[in-house]
């Protein structure tokens, strides 16, 4: 594992694991299959929606273009359940994670101040044309006098994308396991990353690290995704599944 600090605290993790992309893909699809990746619908006004599993809002000619995610992919909440193969893709990277952040931390100590806890991660996809605008990972959907369905971004301080398979840029570079397209790019920081499998970007979750995902024009983009929060989260329960890091900064050798 090495990092680089692009900047703007923004930093590049590569060499952090080597899993076949094949696994993942196929695992992917495991997932799709359980419907982990639908949305709920409702209508508002005479406006018919759907809210994605994170609590985000779109309109229906636009739900094409979101991106699916997968955010129980140890199928605890199904009776079907991956293999055991499968199973340690995620406790491979639920490892790697936490050291990932360590480094980070080291580059950026103010981080491990508000990195309290975290949620385990989820896996998201991109393909036929998905992608997101600019955007930040703190954003709250909100509407005045309607309130907001989820606040649980406000807690997000750290946000970290880890990377499945590759881009590639030739259709004939294509092979069921990697995509065109799918970049990541801060505009302000004037950084575009070409995502590969192995390396994961960490960044600030708030408008200091606003970026976007350009749509994928050909095959699937498997990110992993994981949230590094400060607070106590409103309604929260001792079951809610929070993770905390009460050594964060003591690993970081930031205190004796």
């Given amino acids: 594992m090495n990092i680089k600090d692009i900047g703007n605290g923004i930093c590049v993790v590569e060499n952090l694991f080597d899993i076949d992309p094949k696994i993942t893909i196929e695992y992917i699809n495991f997932l799709r299959k359980m419907e982990q990746g639908t949305f709920t619908y409702f209508e508002e006004n005479g406006k018919k929606f759907a809210i994605n599993r994170t609590g985000f809002k779109f309109d229906l000619e636009s739900i094409s273009l979101a991106p699916e995610r997968f955010i129980d992919p140890l199928c605890n909440w199904y009776e079907e359940k991956p293999t055991q193969e499968q199973k340690q893709i995620v406790i491979t990277l639920e490892d790697l994670v936490y050291k990932a952040l360590i480094e980070y931390c080291k580059l950026y100590p103010a981080a491990a101040t508000v ?21 930040c990972d703190d954003n709250i959907p909100y509407q005045e006098h309607m309130g907001s369905i ?18 590639v840029e030739k259709e004939e570079d294509l092979d069921g396991t990697n995509f065109i397209g799918g970049l990541i790019r801060f505009k302000h920081a004037s950084y575009v990353h070409k995502p590969k499998m192995g390396t994961a970007v960490i960044c600030p979750a708030n408008y200091i690290g606003t970026h976007e995902v350009t749509p994928v ?10 949230s590094f929060c400060y607070g106590n989260p409103e309604n929260s329960t001792d079951n809610d599944n929070r993770i905390w890091m009460p050594n964060l900064r003591k690993d970081c050798n930031l205190i004796n």
């Fill in 115 to 135: 990195c309290w806890w975290r949620y385990s991660g989820h896996f998201a996809t991109y393909r036929n044309g998905q992608g997101i605008g600019q955007h």
């Fill in 150 to 167: 989820n606040e649980f971004p406000k807690h997000v301080k750290v946000s970290m994308n880890i990377y499945m398979n590759n881009n």
């Fill in 217 to 226: 024009l050909k095959g699937t983009r498997v990110a992993y995704l994981v």
